[in-house]
């Protein structure tokens, strides 16, 4: 995903224009992450790239279309990752491994800086029509990879017939975002990983079979050993 959206964006560069456009937009991805999209200048970036005027505005003419490809490059790079998780996910079990994932990401930063993607969301959905609806259908596609494991779940009889894998689906990106923002301030990572078990928990609710806490299932009459 990540591959795709830099050679969309740079397919009729020369090699050296493709590599020179990466250490602009990698440049920008990260000062807008960690100062926020407000804090960031075309200056700033320009320094932080080594590139001179001339060379960001050939590829960037205004901060609207650079901050435009940090949505993309950011929004491919969380789904790449998250993808990775999700893609196999068929059992509750899975579903903690992917908590485990997530937090552990977050911790390197003891949640400073929060969401990659919600971080931009947060600046620009109020200021920037456009930059709003791409990171809309961003987060559905995201939504749509754990929502794909729950139907797989379900199909598969791990969760019952009656789970509502959209609104479950729902919920546990409501706790996932919900957990970025409440680590990012406490600097702590610890609400996230309450958020998702409680998310989980709920998930385990639809359980066609309880588990135990191995997440083997359990079936009538048997004890957890």
């Not at 937009?25 to 700033?44: F, I, K, N, P």
């Not at 001179?52 to 790449?80: C, G, I, N, T």
């Not at 969401?115 to 990171?135: F, V």
């Not at 379900?154 to 729902?170: K, Y």
Request: aromatic fraction near 4%; charged fraction near 30%.
């Amino acid at each position: 995903m990540a591959e795709q959206a830099r050679e969309k964006s740079g397919s009729r560069l020369t090699e050296r224009g493709r590599a020179t456009r990466e250490r602009i937009l990698r440049a920008a991805a990260e000062m807008m992450h960690v100062r926020g999209v407000a804090m960031t200048t075309l200056d700033d970036v320009r320094a932080a790239s080594g590139t001179s005027k001339s060379q960001l505005y050939r590829h960037y003419p205004d901060k609207e279309a650079l901050m435009r490809d940090v949505v993309a490059l950011q929004a491919a790079e969380v789904l790449e990752r998250h993808q990775r998780h999700l893609q196999r996910l068929n059992s509750i079990r899975g579903l903690e491994r992917w908590r485990d994932a997530v937090v552990e990401r977050n911790a390197l930063h003891n949640g400073a800086y929060g969401c990659p993607l919600g971080s931009l969301a947060s600046e620009l959905a109020d200021q920037d029509e456009e930059a709003r609806k791409a990171i809309d259908r961003h987060f559905s596609v995201w939504q749509g990879l754990i929502e794909a494991g729950l139907v797989r779940m379900r199909d598969s009889g791990v969760l019952r017939p009656d789970a509502d894998t959209q609104a479950l689906a729902t919920g546990l990106m409501a706790a996932l975002q919900g957990g970025y923002l409440l680590s990012q301030t406490a600097r702590d990572v610890h609400p996230m990983r309450v958020a998702l078990d409680m998310a989980i928990a709920h998930v385990r609710t639809f359980a066609a079979v309880p588990e135990d806490r191995s997440g083997r299932s359990l079936e009538d009459g048997e004890s957890a050993r």
